[in-house]
């Protein structure tokens, strides 16, 4: 009797002992959803203390010392948990997340390829394995793994995004929207298939259409900053140049970006409005981001011709020489300057820097005009003529003229 009492109480007390180390392993699993990690590792380490046999344990302790930046003991726990039960497959497929991190691809794949030997259609792994794939350049490999997807009825939103991208990828950009539509049927707010969606658009010409998705991204996303980018480039090339500047505006104060590249496209866009205070601004704060921005040191050149303020387009035309003596725009502008200012000889000194650095049609027709101010007939006519075979149409109606009574 006595020895029924003891077993029947020490199976008791085993049986509590258990449902105390379940409840421990119930209590880290939250803990871990909740991504409270160290209060999770403390009772993982309770279960496995208790029960060295707990594998699953070992595997969410693993996961821990993931996030927690300690790959070395992840490694060992997912090798502990691996000999326990060696088929557990969340163990192959999280060590391959890790591997992954590690940029260890070969090491990642041979897990991948374990699960999906197991598993065909689990779709993260074949995500990753398809990640693998593209980095490596083997995209008909990660082609063949989204199809496999498809065909297995997978109605995943990120699949089908992509397979788009790699439709994308080959310039299939009817199959790719094709694709992006279909992972937007479910996924209606996925801001990057719509983003993916909307460059589709513009790179078939459709550009109202592309307007109109990258529009729905910034609906979704306003922090999607290339939607924005992209969709002021359109408004400036429909010469929609408020809304142009509207976006860009936004991009500079919402983003804080201080790009020379972005300030010019807005100055471009004032000029184009013909607010040349404007572009001015704007150029001067991209030559704050770039001292040696040459290219918004012409602008501001041609700005301030545009505002009649010859001397100071020269200052700006000197500091580009200074920068870079081979900018031949800046050259003829300054040919074009003295030209106007009737400054003949200083004019031909330019314009023959420029025609040194490129043969530019206009260079030749524009030092014809000021050898013909020289009353230099033969080099006037010379130019004109080379000016006329380069194609400038103005030059090849006045050839004739200009080499009257000239021989070759």
């Given at each position: 009797?006595?020895?029924?009492?003891?077993?029947?109480?020490?199976?008791?007390?085993?049986?509590?002992?258990?449902?105390?180390?379940?409840?421990?392993?119930?209590?880290?699993?939250?803990?871990?959803?909740?991504?409270?990690?160290?209060?999770?590792?403390?009772?993982?380490?309770?279960?496995?203390?208790?029960?060295?046999?707990?594998?699953?344990?070992?595997?969410?302790?693993?996961?821990?010392?993931?996030?927690?930046?300690?790959?070395?003991?992840?490694?060992?726990?997912?090798?502990?948990?691996?000999?326990?039960?060696?088929?557990?497959?969340?163990?192959?497929?999280y060590r391959a997340q890790l591997y992954?991190?590690?940029?260890?691809?070969?090491?990642?794949?041979?897990?991948?390829?374990?699960?999906?030997?197991?598993?065909?259609?689990?779709?993260?792994?074949?995500?990753?394995?398809?990640?693998?794939?593209?980095?490596?350049?083997?995209?008909?490999?990660?082609?063949?793994?989204?199809?496999?997807l498809i065909k297995s009825g997978s109605?995943?939103?990120?699949?089908?995004?992509?397979?788009?991208?790699?439709?994308?990828?080959?310039?299939?950009?009817?199959?790719?929207?094709?694709?992006?539509?279909?992972?937007?049927?479910?996924?209606?707010?996925?801001?990057?298939?719509?983003?993916?969606?909307?460059?589709?658009?513009?790179?078939?010409?459709?550009?109202?259409?592309?307007?109109?998705?990258?529009?729905?991204?910034?609906?979704?996303?306003?922090?999607?900053?290339?939607?924005?980018?992209?969709?002021?480039?359109?408004?400036?090339?429909?010469?929609?140049?408020?809304?142009?500047?509207?976006?860009?505006?936004?991009?500079?104060?919402?983003?804080?970006?201080?790009?020379?590249?972005?300030?010019?496209?807005?100055?471009?866009?004032?000029?184009?409005?013909?607010?040349?205070?404007?572009?001015?601004?704007?150029?001067?704060?991209?030559?704050?981001?770039?001292?040696?921005?040459?290219?918004?040191?012409?602008?501001?050149?041609?700005?301030?011709?545009?505002?009649?303020?010859?001397?100071?387009?020269?200052?700006?035309?000197?500091?580009i020489h200074r920068i870079n003596a081979?900018?031949?725009?800046?050259?003829?502008?300054?040919?074009?300057?003295?030209?106007?200012?009737?400054?003949?000889?200083?004019?031909?000194?330019?314009?023959?820097?420029?025609?040194?650095?490129?043969?530019?049609?206009?260079?030749?027709?524009?030092?014809?005009?000021?050898?013909?101010?020289?009353?230099?007939?033969?080099?006037?006519?010379?130019?004109?003529?080379?000016?006329?075979?380069?194609?400038?149409?103005?030059?090849?109606?006045?050839?004739?003229?200009?080499?009257?009574?000239?021989?070759?």
């Amino acid at each position: 009797m006595r020895l029924i009492l003891i077993i029947t109480l020490l199976f008791i007390l085993s049986n509590s002992s258990a449902q105390v180390v379940r409840d421990e392993y119930n209590k880290g699993k939250e803990y871990f959803k909740h991504k409270e990690y160290q209060k999770a590792k403390q009772k993982f380490g309770y279960v496995i203390s208790h029960n060295t046999a707990y594998y699953e344990a070992y595997t969410y302790r693993a996961r821990i010392y993931i996030a927690l930046e300690m790959p070395d003991s992840a490694l060992k726990d997912f090798k502990t948990s691996m000999s326990q039960k060696k088929d557990f497959l969340p163990n192959y497929y999280y060590r391959a997340q890790l591997y992954f991190s590690q940029k260890k691809y070969a090491k990642a794949e041979k897990d991948l390829n374990y699960v999906i030997s197991n598993k065909s259609d689990f779709m993260p792994a074949l995500l990753l394995r398809a990640d693998i794939y593209e980095l490596r350049g083997d995209d008909n490999l990660a082609f063949n793994d989204y199809n496999a997807l498809i065909k297995s009825g997978s109605k995943h939103y990120k699949v089908y995004y992509r397979r788009g991208l790699y439709y994308s990828k080959q310039k299939k950009n009817t199959s790719a929207i094709k694709d992006f539509t279909k992972a937007l049927s479910f996924k209606p707010k996925y801001a990057p298939a719509l983003y993916a969606l909307a460059n589709s658009y513009q790179i078939l010409g459709e550009n109202n259409k592309a307007i109109e998705y990258y529009s729905q991204v910034i609906a979704v996303d306003q922090t999607y900053k290339k939607a924005y980018e992209q969709r002021a480039y359109l408004y400036y090339f429909s010469k929609q140049y408020e809304k142009g500047l509207e976006d860009d505006r936004h991009i500079v104060s919402y983003f804080r970006l201080r790009s020379d590249t972005l300030f010019i496209r807005m100055a471009k866009a004032e000029m184009a409005m013909k607010d040349y205070s404007s572009a001015d601004r704007y150029l001067s704060k991209a030559l704050s981001a770039n001292s040696k921005s040459t290219e918004a040191l012409l602008m501001r050149a041609k700005v301030a011709i545009k505002r009649d303020r010859a001397s100071t387009a020269l200052s700006y035309l000197q500091r580009i020489h200074r920068i870079n003596a081979n900018e031949y725009e800046s050259w003829y502008l300054q040919g074009e300057i003295r030209y106007e200012a009737k400054e003949y000889e200083k004019a031909l000194v330019s314009l023959t820097e420029c025609i040194k650095i490129k043969k530019v049609p206009k260079a030749y027709y524009l030092r014809g005009a000021v050898y013909s101010a020289l009353r230099d007939g033969d080099n006037a006519c010379k130019d004109t003529k080379q000016a006329a075979e380069l194609g400038h149409k103005q030059a090849k109606k006045d050839q004739d003229r200009v080499c009257k009574g000239k021989h070759n």
